[in-house]
């Protein structure tokens, strides 16, 4: 059985990294012991990455079999999007992150400026931007994202970055603490109009497909599996800043929900809660949507294309999510 014990990512102790020495026999191992890899990233506080994993690249469907512990669905997006050019032709449970076409997905912006002022890559918001946690505009959100490096950007861009949302909420202050406890989020799909810039702009929102919410999450998520308490946020395109961001606060983006906001979101993307993973081909990154945010940073998608895998799998949202019926499935046919 391979050991799942690795180094940490960070100073602080956020997140795991496991070397893989064989993709194939790695996938069948986890099969076989289907609880080790959950726990693993559970101990890792939601980020664990797997090198060495470049089997996948050629059998995709192993990334669907290393899925399957870690809830008990693995979304099928052929049943859950209507953007079809992002789901993969063969192996409907993986979702395709490319700048190449047919899925001509841009990568974000540079920051402004490009570098802190120390010269490293930007970390914090508002500097950086895009954070989020996978489809928080549905309800139940879900639980793990699997995201794997096929052809990653080259050296020094294309990196993702995931903050730590248990240590952020530990290192709150009891007063924010408070503030926030029963409160709840406003979430919604991104590029609908609802988000920061559109409003900014005094673009009219789109008519919402019911798919896209908006949707409101707890603002601190109590882990189904762990029982650590997580801020559970995002900024920018995913939270409805017409109606939000958050429920029954002043709403917009000049109010007092938008202050709060970007108090926690600066809070929660401090450095040191924060990880960037540096891709390479057959690096896997599997994340727990419930306790980390994440974003993407750019590359030069004029002169590089970039090819990455996702899967997500949902099954375990904790207690406020109940017996409700999914807000996403796509009306039968
Ligand atoms: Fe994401």
Redesign the pocket.
Known sequence: MPSLDGPALTEHGFGRRLAVENGAAFVAAMEAEPERLPAALGDAHGVLVLTGLNAISDDPDLLVRLSRPFGREVENYRLTTPRQNLVHPEVPHIFIVSNLPPMNFAPPERPDPPLTAEGGLPLQFPHRRGW???QSFRRPPPDI?LFYAVTPAPPGQGQTLYADGVAAYAALPPALKARIENLQGLHVAPFRGYGEDSVLAGETPKPLDPRDGPQPQPVVRIHPETGARALYLCEREQMDWVHGPFVGMEPGVHGDGARLLYELMSHYTQPRFVYAHAWQAGDMVIYDNRCTI???TWFDAKQYGRLMW?TTVWGNPGPAYAGEARSWDLAPA
Request: charged share 25%; net charge neutral.
């Open positions: 989020h946690t996978d994202s994440h974003t993407a996702r």
